[in-house]
């Protein structure tokens, strides 16, 4: 036991020393300015300033994985600030370095514990969630995370083990992030339906081919995508749909009189072409529009492009689909608080944006809804929330990412369980822990059909992020091979 006291005190008398050697070194700038440059840069980072204005930037040039990094990143910063700063710091105290630096003026002297850096912490968790989204962006955000660090060092307000720790603890909780949201997995972004060739009787120039175009999907900007189109298919039948023409009648008159249908538009559009396509009995063609095209994703079609050159080549894909209470969808169904989160997303998205429409609607929904008391497949639960997947999605838990497969004749049934004793709180630690699979509240299945029987007369019913008004009993049925569509 004193063997162990005696060793204990000499690695802190080792790092104490360490720290204090570390300190004065990181103090000994190669110049004035080179340390002031340093002070305004943490200065900069203050309240996390400094990521904020990195996260905009990369919301607004990165595309799609810029939103993501910027996101995760903003979510890892308030991660870490919690944890050291609500935790660490009152648990580990440790007085500030007492030198005066020369940079002291244009920093704010802190009076928080030293150990471990909140700082620090912040900008390597903004970093490391940075480059798991946006690995591009690596030579820009990771060096000037080194920098920030240094630089807390070189103002005298840390020692170099406060920066090491807190930079160690921002690590972990920006791929702590994953287990909550997961990467997009570029592994299952394709997939593996099997190909059938059919004669489509289309020529090089489109004909026989309808393309509708529904102006009121994602941002309704598609007439870059329409003029590709028209040039790459001279004889393409192009029919533009406003809000005010009904999308339904539309595409059923167009299906009726084509050897194959296309459509421009988001997933809700697809799957009203898809329930036309399969009425008509043509095949469809997916020209991605929306704001998330989770259908053209998983098909591999990620731009205009690839779906011409799927509809030169005439290969088609018969996929499944589903339809909940009679209305076809795609992609996923649900209802219960899902639909609830749907319903408050358009309600803020206006004022708001979407993006952060999403978020606020998130954290209303699940602080306020009642579980729905339902029978389904026979078994009487408590339904807080419900997931159905028109194939299996990956990964498991509470937020899956793609399929895989579009062909494998099963729904991805997953549900929380609201009957279980603080089903809030237990899904909260068990989404924190990344235990989901675990939790007594999260049940999951692959099954190929589903029947729900509630006391209710109506129930606010969704398919592919549409809100519809459907009855309290209802079956969710699987339908195999049911849609041609084209694939590279």
């Known amino acids: 036991m004193i063997a162990r006291v005696s060793t204990a005190a000499a690695l802190v008398r080792a790092v104490a020393d360490a720290d204090r050697r570390g300190l004065q070194l990181a103090m000994r700038a190669p110049s004035a300015t080179a340390h002031r440059r340093l002070a305004l840069l943490t200065r900069a980072a203050d309240h996390s300033k400094l990521w904020a204005a990195v996260a905009l930037a990369e919301a607004a040039l990165g595309g799609r994985a810029g939103r993501r990094a910027a996101l995760?990143?903003?979510?890892?910063?308030?991660?870490?600030?919690?944890?050291?700063?609500?935790?660490?710091?009152?648990?580990?105290?440790?007085?500030?370095?007492?030198?005066?630096?020369?940079?002291?003026?244009?920093?704010?002297?802190?009076?928080?514990?030293?150990?471990?850096?909140?700082?620090s912490a912040s900008a390597a968790a903004f970093a490391a969630a940075t480059v798991m989204e946006l690995p591009i962006a690596a030579p820009i955000v990771v060096p000037l995370a080194g920098l920030l660090g240094l630089s807390r060092a070189t103002t005298g307000v840390h020692y170099p083990s406060d920066i090491v720790v807190g930079a160690g603890v921002g690590l972990a909780l920006a791929g702590a992030t994953t287990r909550i949201w997961p990467r997009l997995d570029p592994d299952i972004s394709t997939p593996t339906p099997q190909l059938q060739v059919r004669e489509t009787r289309l020529c090089d120039e489109g004909d026989g081919l309808v393309v509708v175009v529904n102006g009121s999907a994602g941002d309704g900007r598609y007439d870059d995508d329409v003029a590709a189109i028209s040039a790459a298919l001279p004889r393409v039948d192009i029919v533009e749909v406003d809000a005010d023409d009904p999308l339904d009648e539309v595409l059923a008159k167009a299906a009726a009189h084509c050897q194959a249908l296309g459509v421009v538009g988001g997933d809700g559009t697809i799957s009203a072409a898809a329930d036309a396509a399969i009425a008509a009995d043509v095949p469809l063609a997916v020209f991605p529009g929306g704001t998330l095209n989770h259908f053209a994703r998983d098909l591999g079609v990620a731009s205009v492009d690839d779906t011409l050159a799927a509809i030169r080549a005439g290969t088609v894909a018969a996929v499944d689909t589903g339809t909940i209470d009679g209305h076809r969808f795609v992609n996923t169904a649900s209802f219960g608080t899902y639909s609830e989160f749907v319903a408050r997303r358009e309600e803020l998205e206006p004022a708001i944006g979407k993006r952060l429409a999403m978020v606020v609607a998130l954290a209303e929904v699940l602080a306020t809804s009642e579980p729905i008391e339902a029978s389904i497949n026979g078994r009487q639960m408590c339904v807080w929330m419900i997931f159905i997947g028109n194939g299996v999605y990956r990964p498991i838990g509470f937020v899956p990412a793609a399929r895989g497969q579009l062909d494998d004749g099963q729904f991805d049934l997953r549900i929380i369980d609201g009957s279980v004793l603080w089903a809030r709180l237990r899904l909260a630690l068990?989404?924190?822990?990344?235990?989901?699979?675990?939790?007594?509240?999260?049940?999951?299945?692959?099954?190929?059909?589903?029947?729900?029987?509630?006391?209710?007369?109506?129930?606010?019913?969704?398919?592919?992020?549409?809100?519809?008004?459907?009855?309290?009993?209802?079956?969710?049925?699987?339908?195999?091979?049911?849609?041609?569509?084209?694939v590279p």
């Open 430 to 486: 068990a989404l924190l822990t990344g235990r989901l699979d675990r939790s007594p509240t999260y049940h999951q299945a692959a099954v190929d059909h589903v029947t729900v029987a509630t006391e209710r007369g109506e129930l606010d019913l969704a398919a592919d992020g549409e809100i519809f008004g459907g009855r309290g009993n209802f079956d969710v049925d699987k339908h195999a091979a049911s849609l041609l569509v084209f």
């Open 72 to 119: 995760r990143g903003v979510l890892s910063i308030a991660a870490s600030s919690l944890v050291v700063n609500a935790g660490l710091k009152p648990l580990l105290p440790r007085h500030r370095p007492d030198v005066v630096a020369r940079a002291l003026p244009f920093v704010r002297r802190p009076v928080s514990s030293s150990f471990p850096s909140g700082h």
